[in-house]
C-alpha cells in the first residue's frame, strides 16, 4: 500500500495530492496536464521536491518511509510511454541491467523468465535499435519486472501496443504480479484500460485528487461532468448571461 | 629536428591527456547532470583557461608550486625536488591549461544523452560511478575522442605555460614549441620551418582523423543518437 502526501510547486503548476492506493491496480485518470506523470515520477524519486520552500514529499510504501530513499532503493520499477533502453546494449543486457548484485545463472534465467512473461522470448539477444515500438515497451516492462519491485508504475505504457497486444499482455501480467504482491499504478488516457484490469481509479485535475473509487462510478460521474460542461459552453454567451440575469 | 624535444612532447601530451580525461569525466558527468548554484562557479573556473594569458597561469602556477608557498614546501618534502622546472611540473601546468579542451566536449557530450536513459538507469540501482562508466561514457564516446584528440594537441602546441612553469631544460621541460623559439630567436629559419612543419602536420592529421571518422559531427548529432 502507498500513502502519500505531496506539494510541488513548478512553474505555473501546482500540485497538491494526499493519497492512499491500496488497492491491486490504481489507474490515474485525467487530462493531460492534470499531474499524473508528476505524481508518478515523485513516487519513483526522479523529481526532487525541496526546490521551493513549500515544496515536501512524504511517502510511505508499506508503511516504510521511502521518501528520502534514492530510486534505485525505494522498491520501484517503472515504464514511462518512452522505453528509453540503453541503445547500445542488447535485449538481454537491458533487461539484467537492474539484476547487478545477482550471480550469472540466476540472472540469466531471470532474465528469459521476463522475456517470456511480455511475450519477447525471441528478441534475447536482438540489438535494442532493430525492435518495433511496441516490441521496445515490452522488453522495457521486462527491465522494469526483472529487480522485482515491490511498486510497479507505469506512464502510458502500451502506447505502441495494438489493443489486441495489450490486452494480451495485461492478460499474462496481472495473475503474474498478483502471485508477486506487486502493486501497480497506472496514468493513462484511455478508460477503457481502468475496466480491463479492475482497476480502482483515481482521477486528477489540475495537480489535485478530484475522484477515487471503482472505475464505473468515477468514470460516470467524470463522463456526466464533462457531458454537462459542454452543453453549457455549446451555449451562446448572450443566452448565458440573459438566463443568468433572469 | 629536436627527436629529443619532440618525444619530450608526445610525452607531455600523452601524461596531460590520461590525466585529463580520468579528471574530465567525473567532472563533465557532474557538470552536465548535477544541480544548484555552485555548478556555475565549477564551470566558470573550469573554463578560465580559456581566456587567461597562458603567461599569467604559467606564472602563478610558478610561484603556487615553488618553495615560498607552504603548497610548494608540502611538494618538496614528498617529492623530494620542487615541481617547477620539472616535467612532473608541466604536466601540472598542462592538465590544468588544456582543462576546457576536455572537459567541454565530454560535459556537452553527456548532457546530449537522452536524459529518460539516466532515469531509467538511476530507477535500476545505478549509482553516479555506474551511470557514468554504463550509460554515459559508451553513448558519448565520440565526445571522449575530441575531448583526447583536443587535450591533445592543446598540449603539444603550448608555449606560455610550459616557458614560465619549465623553462629550456633539455630533455626535462623543453618541448618543440620551446626549440621552435629557440631556432627563431637564433634566426635559424631553415630549422625553424622543419619543427613548425611537424607540429602545423600533427594538428593537420589528427583532425583530418576526427573529421574522418565522423566523431565531431555525431558528436554535434548525440542527442538523436540515444533515444
Known amino acids: 500500500m502507498i500513502e502519500c502526501s505531496l506539494n510541488l510547486r513548478h512553474g505555473g503548476f501546482y500540485l497538491h495530492i494526499e493519497a492512499r492506493f491500496a488497492a491491486e491496480w490504481t489507474v490515474l485518470f485525467g487530462p493531460s496536464g492534470a499531474g499524473k506523470s508528476t505524481l508518478l515520477r515523485l513516487l519513483a524519486g526522479l523529481d526532487r521536491t525541496g526546490a521551493g520552500q513549500a515544496d515536501t514529499a512524504r511517502i510511505l510504501l508499506d508503511g516504510r518511509d521511502i521518501s528520502g530513499l534514492k530510486p534505485g532503493r525505494r522498491g520501484i520499477g517503472m515504464v514511462a510511454q518512452q522505453p528509453a533502453l540503453f541503445p547500445h546494449l542488447s535485449v538481454s543486457a537491458n533487461v539484467a541491467f537492474g539484476l547487478h548484485g545477482l550471480n550469472q545463472p540466476t540472472r540469466s534465467k531471470r532474465v528469459e523468465e521476463m522475456l517470456a512473461l511480455v511475450g519477447a522470448e525471441s528478441l534475447l539477444n536482438r540489438r535494442v535499435q532493430h525492435l518495433s515500438g511496441g516490441e521496445a515497451q515490452r522488453i522495457a516492462l521486462a527491465r522494469a519486472l526483472a529487480p522485482m519491485p515491490r511498486l510497479l508504475l507505469l506512464d502510458e505504457p502500451f502506447s505502441a501496443l495494438d489493443g489486441t497486444a495489450s490486452d494480451v499482455l495485461l492478460e499474462r501480467l496481472q495473475p503474474w504480479l498478483r502471485e508477486r504482491n506487486v502493486q501497480v499504478i497506472q496514468a493513462t488516457h484511455d478508460a477503457t484500460d481502468a475496466f480491463l484490469t479492475g482497476a480502482e481509479v483515481v482521477l486528477l485535475h489540475e495537480g489535485k485528487r478530484a475522484a477515487q473509487g471503482p472505475a464505473v462510478e468515477v468514470l460516470l460521474a467524470e463522463r456526466e461532468r464533462l457531458e454537462r460542461s459542454l452543453r453549457t459552453a455549446e451555449r451562446p454567451a448572450w443566452n448565458q448571461s440573459s438566463s443568468e440575469a433572469h | ?227
Do not use: C
Open chain 2, 1 to 227: 629536428m629536436d627527436w629529443q624535444a619532440l618525444i619530450l612532447t608526445l610525452k607531455l601530451a600523452a601524461a596531460t591527456t590520461t590525466i585529463l580525461l580520468a579528471v574530465a569525466v567525473p567532472l563533465g558527468a557532474l557538470l552536465a547532470l548535477g544541480r544548484g548554484r555552485w555548478l556555475a562557479v565549477l564551470e566558470a573556473v573550469t573554463a578560465l583557461p580559456l581566456v587567461l594569458p597562458p603567461t599569467v597561469l604559467g606564472f602563478f602556477l610558478l610561484v603556487l608550486l615553488g618553495p615560498k608557498t607552504a603548497f610548494g614546501r608540502a611538494i618538496v618534502s614528498v617529492l623530494g625536488h620542487p615541481l617547477a622546472f620539472s616535467f612532473a611540473g608541466l604536466v601540472v601546468g598542462s592538465v590544468i591549461y588544456s582543462l576546457p579542451f576536455a572537459v567541454q566536449p565530454i560535459s556537452a557530450g553527456f548532457a546530449a544523452v537522452n536524459p529518460a536513459l539516466v532515469d531509467a538507469a538511476r530507477l535500476l540501482g545505478a549509482g553516479p560511478a555506474r551511470i557514468v562508466g554504463t550509460v554515459l561514457v559508451p553513448l558519448a564516446r565520440r565526445s571522449l575522442v575530441i575531448a583526447a584528440v583536443l587535450s591533445f594537441l592543446h598540449t603539444v602546441g603550448e608555449f606560455g605555460v610550459v616557458l614560465m612553469l619549465g623553462g629550456d631544460i633539455p630533455g626535462a621541460t623543453r618541448t618543440l614549441s620551446i626549440v621552435l623559439y629557440d631556432q627563431v630567436e637564433s634566426f635559424d629559419y631553415a630549422t625553424a620551418a622543419r619543427t613548425a612543419a611537424v607540429l602545423l602536420a600533427m594538428s593537420v592529421a589528427a583532425l583530418a582523423a576526427i573529421y574522418a571518422s565522423g566523431a565531431a559531427r555525431s558528436a554535434r548529432a548525440g542527442s538523436t543518437l540515444n533515444d
